[in-house]
């Protein structure tokens, strides 16, 4: 069982920068996929950004490369996402995932993560 808690969410200007932080108990968060995903208002939730479990490879959504970053801290049991150049379109509730599964075909899909946060509201003003 993994229980994950999102912070740093908040209101910011279109152009700032936010930086998510996502706190993972379990002994065993080393070996769990990370996932970030976002839902807008009246919206379906949606890929943000993944890490695999060792940290060394990254996905991202189109619309966040370059403006965002996903990285883990495996001896904190945290996973970050930095977020640049922040748009009004990235205004969304955003919420840390982690999936358990050996074999992972697509990162970017919610089905792959078992276990999810309760969000943290993320505005973006213009």
């Known amino acids: 069982q993994v229980q994950l808690v999102e912070s740093g969410g908040g209101l910011v200007q279109a152009g700032g920068s936010l930086r998510l932080s996502c706190a993972a108990s379990?002994?065993?968060?080393?070996?769990?996929?990370m996932g970030w995903f976002r839902q807008p208002p009246g919206q379906e939730r949606e890929f943000v950004a993944a890490i695999r479990w060792g940290g060394g490879a990254t996905d991202y959504a189109d619309s966040v490369k370059g403006r965002f970053t996903i990285s883990r801290d495996n001896a904190k049991n945290t996973v970050d996402l930095q977020m640049s150049s922040l748009r009004p379109e990235d205004t969304a509730v955003y919420y840390c995932a982690a999936a358990s599964k050996y074999y992972i075909p697509n990162y970017g899909a919610a089905t792959t993560y078992d276990y999810w946060g309760q969000g943290t509201q993320v505005t973006v003003s213009s």
């Open positions: 379990g002994r065993t968060f080393s070996s769990y996929a």
